[in-house]
């Protein structure tokens, strides 16, 4: 069975700075999809950026960006220039190929200190 | 408007009572999903759906039902309410394609005492 775990509870940053969120999964699968999913204190998950396995390049958007390393099954986030909007929570998924199933990290809370 | 919709946003509920919890997206995803929260233990599948003909338990659907009342709509009953189903419920929607992200509700949360 697939898992993902993300190892830090809870990460600080002061805002404008750059933090790095950790997560590694383990899976047997070769094609399979990776997310980065927010939590803001409204509840609503957003999606803050995707990764295709078979794609080597990492994904960005804008100030959000992944080392995906896909031997290591090693999956973080960094965030630049860390805006006070960003606080929240953040969780990391896994979804294989063609299974509707997507199997989520225990998440870690991101505080921005002003 | 949400894409989205879920309602009840919160609900506080007695063990043993009949609950129902909606669902409603406006995105004309064919594909639809009911997930559960819990603190430490991240989001898990209750249920999804592929079409209103097509339902699919995940795992963790003992104690829960559902119904794709039309392609837009996906409800989700605890037919007897016990404390250890307290928590945050997510409903999201996807379209058919493999790529497609997951669009959430706003959450409804549920307190059963």
């Known amino acids: 069975a697939q898992t993902v775990t993300q190892s830090q509870p809870e990460m600080s940053v002061q805002e404008a700075e750059t933090v790095t969120l950790s997560c590694t999964y383990d899976?047997?699968?070769?094609?399979?999809?990776l997310f980065w999913y927010k939590q803001p204190p409204s509840r609503q998950m957003i999606l803050v950026i995707r990764?295709?396995?078979?794609?080597?390049q990492n994904a960005t958007e804008n100030r959000f960006s992944v080392n995906f390393q896909k031997a290591a099954k090693s999956f973080s986030l960094k965030i630049s220039d860390s805006q006070l909007g960003d606080a929240a929570m953040y969780f990391c998924?896994?979804?294989?190929?063609?299974?509707?199933?997507?199997?989520f990290g225990t998440g870690t809370r991101l505080t921005i200190i002003p | 408007d949400a894409d989205v919709t879920q309602t009840p946003r919160n609900r506080i509920t007695k063990t043993g009572k009949r609950i129902m919890l909606e669902c409603s997206q406006t995105k004309g995803h064919d594909r639809m999903y009911w997930y559960r929260q819990d603190p430490g233990l991240g989001l898990r599948l209750i249920y999804y759906s592929f079409d209103v003909k097509d339902i699919n338990k995940g795992e963790i659907s003992d104690g829960y039902s559902v119904s794709r009342q039309a392609q837009a709509k996906f409800s989700l009953s605890l037919e007897s309410a016990i404390p250890n189903q307290t928590a945050l419920y997510f409903c999201?929607?996807?379209?058919?394609?493999?790529?497609?992200?997951?669009?959430f509700g706003e959450g409804s949360r549920l307190t059963v005492l």
């Open positions: 990764q295709e396995a078979y794609k080597q």
């Open positions: 999201a929607s996807k379209s058919s394609a493999n790529t497609g992200e997951l669009f």
């Open positions: 998924a896994y979804r294989h190929f063609g299974n509707e199933k997507l199997t």
């Open positions: 899976t047997s699968e070769s094609d399979y999809y």
